[in-house]
C-alpha cells in the first residue's frame, strides 16, 4: 500500500528535526538548494523540454540547440549516484527502509540514481542471470513506490563495451528522461558489446561510468555534446555505497568503521590495510576495497563539494530521530558525519558508527625540522599571514610573532591550497630549561572553510599524529571554539588570575605534568596588532 502524502510530510518533517542541522548548517543547505523562483522555475521547465530533444536528435542536428538549453548552474538538478549491495538479502522492512530514505531525500532536492548490486552470480548462464537481475531491480522499483516515489527500471541500452571495459554510456538520454521528470532511475549492470550482445558488468564499473557522464567537462575532453550537455543540467554531489558491511573498517576504531576520510592523504594508506588479511577477514576487505577504490575513481573526477557516503541498509532505513538518526539525511543537511572524526577514539563519550563520509578533499603538508622558518624555506609568509588574520579576524604583529616563533619552531602543517595550517613550536618550561613541550601556537581555518569540509579535523588529527605523546595549547576563556577544544584535549586548566584556558592532550600528557604545562602558558608572548 502506497503511503499517503500527508504522513509522508510528517515522517520528513520528524527527520529533518532529528538530524539537528546548526543555524549555518541550514543556511549552508537552503543556499545550495534553493527553489527557483516562479519565473526562474518557469524557464528552466522550458530549458528541460529542449534538452529532451536535443537528446533525442541524431548527432548532427544537435550541435545548433546547444546554446538555447544553457542551464542556470544554480539551478541544475542535484543527483545523488548509488550503489545498493545484497538487494536479495535484505527484508522487505529494510528494503522498505532504504526506499523511504531514497524518498526523502528527493523531497530534499537530491534525486538519486541507483545501481543495483545483487551479488548474483556471472559464471552461468546470461539468460538466468538477467531474470534474477530484472526481478530484483523490480522489488526496488516497487518499493520506492509504496514509499511514495517514482521510480523507472533501466534494464538494458544504457552502458557500452569494448574489450570487456566498459568506457561509455551509449544512451544518456535513457538517463536523463527520468531524472528530469522526477523518476528514480534503477538500473541493473548490464551492458552490449561491440556486437549489440549482452553481458553483465560488476555494479562498480557501473558507477564509474556514470560519474564520468555527469562529471564536469571542458572543450578539451573531446567528449560528444550529449555527454557534455548531461554534466551542464546535473550536479551530482554525492556518492552513496549502502552496503551491508557497511562503512570503511578502521584499526584504531577496533574494526568499527572510520568516521572521515580524506582520499588525498589517507587512501594509499587505508587500500595497503585493506590488502592484508586480518582475523580471517580477507573477503570482506576486498569488498570493502572495492567499495573504497569506486568511491576514489567517482570524486577524482568531481568537484570538490562533492562527497561520499557508505552505510548499511539499518542505517539508511533509521527512523530519522534524534535518537536513531539517519545518516544519509544528516549530511545532506549539514555536509558533515554524524560527528566529529578528530574525537578522542578511546573517549568515553565518543559514539562509535558504520557509517563512513568520504571526500577527495586536501592534501595535508607537514613541515618539519630543526632548519624550519617561516621566512627561509618553502612556506609562504605572506598567505599564511592572511590565513591566520582572516582566521581569527584579527591583525598580526609579524615582527614580533617571528621574532617569537623563528628558531623554535617544531612544526607547521598546511591544509590544502592555504585553506588551514597549524604552527606548532617548543617551549620550555623553565627559563633556563632543556625540557621542551610542544605547544599549539596557531590554528587557522580560512573563514570560508570553517564548519565545512572537515579542514579542522583533518588538521587536528594531523597534529596528534605529528606530536603523539604530549602537546599543550591556550584559548581565551570566552572563546567560543573552547567546547570543541574540551572535546579533544585529555586535560583543561583554567590559569588563575588570567583570562586564559589551558588544554593539553597526548599518550604521556598528564595532570604530574601540570604546573610545566601552566608556565608555558603564562610565558607565551601575544602576537596580535592590536
Partial sequence: MQRQPSEVGYDLLLTILGSSPTKRDAKAYLDRFKPASPEAQAVQERKKAAFLDHLFKFPDQQEDAS????????????????????????????????????????????????????????????LTWKQNMFTTVDRVVQAIEEEGGRARPLWNGLFGQSHRQVNNIISPFLLVAPLNRGHIPVIAPVAYDEDSCLHAISADEAMV???????????????????NDVSSAFLLDKIIIIDPLGGIPSEERKGRSHVFINLQQEYEDIKAQLMVDRRGKRQQNAIHLRNLQTVHACLAQLPSTSSALITTPSYTGAKGTANDPDPLIHNLLTDKPSFSSSLPVAGLRTPTTDTTIVRYGLPIAIHA???????????????????????????????????????????????????????????????????????LDKFAVLQKSQGAGGVADVMFKSMLYTFPDEIIWRSRKNNPVNKWYFERAKGTYKLPESNWCLFYTGENAGVDRLQDYMNVARKVEGSWAD
Fill in 67 to 126: 546554446a538555447e538549453i544553457q542551464f542556470d548552474t544554480s539551478q541544475r538538478i542535484h543527483v545523488a549516484l548509488v550503489k545498493l549491495r545484497g538487494v536479495q538479502k535484505l527484508s522487505e522492512e529494510e528494503l522498505l527502509g532504504v526506499a523511504r530514505t531514497v524518498v526523502k531525500l528527493e523531497q530534499l532536492g537530491l534525486v538519486s540514481t541507483i545501481v543495483v548490486d545483487a551479488d548474483l552470480d556471472q559464471t552461468g548462464d546470461i
Fill in 369 to 439: 625540522g630543526p632548519q624550519l622558518s617561516l621566512v627561509n624555506g618553502n612556506i609562504d609568509l605572506n598567505r599564511m599571514i592572511h590565513l591566520i588574520e582572516d582566521s581569527f579576524r584579527r591583525k598580526l604583529d609579524v615582527e614580533r610573532y617571528l621574532k617569537r616563533v623563528e628558531g623554535n619552531l617544531a612544526a607547521i602543517i598546511i591544509a590544502g591550497d592555504y585553506e588551514g595550517a597549524a604552527i606548532i613550536t617548543w617551549e620550555n618550561a623553565l627559563k633556563d630549561g632543556d625540557d621542551e613541550i610542544a605547544y
Fill in 209 to 227: 561510468a556514470l560519474a564520468k557522464v555527469f562529471a564536469p567537462k571542458s572543450p578539451s575532453d573531446g567528449l560528444s555534446n550529449l555527454i
